[in-house]
């Protein structure tokens, strides 16, 4: 009995030590971040058809993009500030609860003005929820195993563009733009039981104190810091300009609907492995090299898609490359920061940086509807998304000669 309960004693030790190191719970808090992606990047794939039953021009339905994707910009380091001292636990449980209570107003509405107020709330909740989870990922992890940590929690997002968003593509041309919408309600009730279930909560992982609401917009007072965001709000407007409307755009090329979910399927593939690729480039190389590389490939994609739209296997794989290019600016942009701001504002200006790009989201789904609505069509939205690129570059190349990074 004795050698037993000594054996019983070293498992739970090693097991508890193992759990220290690295909490699998955290793949439950990547689930909640698989349902914010699918919600935020889906409304494309059924842009088209929410514009058609709402009886409203596509230009004016990217209000579901741009209205989300400001909300979020705005309310994440707002809300930060003032829910620092909370459980968080709790906030990433409320705000799921938030969330798919959104989606169900979504789910069953019949005004668009009833849905821009629900995409409204939705985005307050991912502000509240994507954050949280990340800072309580990061207490479930040892130091030395934190960054595996975040990066499962990162892994819901990108597998939502490869997954979530040709599913509820599918789901939308065969049960209508609603069932979409079911399906994050359900994707975020599934999240949230995993959560609650689990009691998954913080660990030992120690965390520097949250910042206070001034503490989280000074960095932008530092010149050389707000130069080197700007480039996350070009890009993310030149990507999102296309990419909003790309539903759509594939429709006015007589795209049937299989194939449209496959080029989402396609995109998000490129999403998937350009966020790999930047992770592991932006270490090998110069930040700003494979930044200037990525954006001229982005731009040039961009305005080669007129030519890439005339067949089925072109446009998948310019799609590839835009999406690609698109997200593997991420981690490169974010390791460019870490070198040029001082350490003590690391942890926020990374959150400003997220910021950034869903203003870039929001500005480019406005830029591409004002395009649209002045007559220029879809067709040509590309060429949009390509001068942003080059604004994109414009951006960084002033930033460089401020910081010389």
């Known amino acids: 009995m004795k050698m037993g309960s000594r054996s019983e004693e070293a498992f739970v030790n090693k097991r508890s030590g193992w759990s220290r ?3 699998p719970k955290v793949f439950f808090l990547a689930l909640g971040t698989f349902a914010i992606g699918t919600d935020a990047y889906v409304i494309s794939g059924i842009l088209a058809a929410v514009a058609r039953d709402l009886h409203i021009g596509v230009n004016a339905a990217g209000q579901l993009i741009s209205w989300y994707s400001l909300t979020y910009a705005v309310a994440a380091p707002v809300l930060a500030a003032f ?8 906030v990433v449980v409320s705000a799921l609860i938030l969330f798919a209570a959104a989606n169900a107003v979504c789910a069953i509405s019949t005004s668009f003005e009833i849905l821009i107020a629900a995409r409204v709330v939705a985005g307050i909740a991912s502000s509240l929820y994507t954050p949280t989870a990340y800072t309580l990922a990061a207490t479930l992890a040892a130091p030395e195993k934190k960054s595996k940590s975040l990066a499962v929690v990162a892994l819901g997002l990108t597998s939502a563009t490869a ?3 040709p599913i509820g593509t599918v789901i939308g041309q065969h049960a209508g733009w609603h069932g979409t919408f079911w399906l994050v309600v359900v994707l975020s009730l599934v999240a949230l ?7 998954v909560s913080s660990g030992d992982g120690a965390l520097a104190p949250s910042p206070g609401l001034v503490a989280r917009f000074e960095p932008l007072a530092h010149g050389s810091t707000l130069l080197a965001l700007l480039p996350a709000v070009a890009i993310g407007s030149a990507y999102f300009c296309t990419y909003t409307y790309l539903g759509a755009i594939l429709g006015t090329h ?7 979910a496959a080029i989402f399927l396609a995109s998000g ?4 492995a350009g ?3 930047g992770g592991q480039l932006g270490v090998r190389f110069k930040p700003i090299v494979v930044l200037v590389v990525t954006f001229i490939v982005l731009g040039a994609d961009a305005a080669l898609l007129a030519f890439s739209l005339l067949s089925f296997w072109t446009a998948a794989l310019s799609l590839l490359i835009l999406s690609g290019s698109g997200w593997l600016f991420l981690p490169v942009q974010q390791a460019r920061l870490l070198a040029i701001v001082e350490p003590h504002h690391a ?3 990374m959150a400003l940086n997220n910021s950034f790009v869903y203003l870039g989201s929001a500005v480019g789904t406005a830029i591409g509807a004002e395009f649209i609505r002045a007559g220029a069509g879809l067709p040509n939205l590309h060429w949009a998304s390509a001068a942003l690129a080059c604004v994109a570059l414009v951006t960084l190349a002033l930033s460089y000669l401020r910081s010389g990074q």
Do not use: C, M, T, W
């Open 193 to 199: 039981v995993a959560i609650v279930a689990a009691r």
């Open 275 to 277: 966020s790999f690729a």
């Open 163 to 165: 997954l979530g968003v």
């Open 21 to 23: 190191e690295f909490d």
């Open 347 to 349: 942890q926020v200006v």
């Open 269 to 272: 593939i490129g999403g998937v």
């Open 254 to 260: 007589g795209f049937p609907e299989r194939q449209i």
């Open 83 to 90: 829910i620092g001292h909370l459980k968080k636990r709790n």
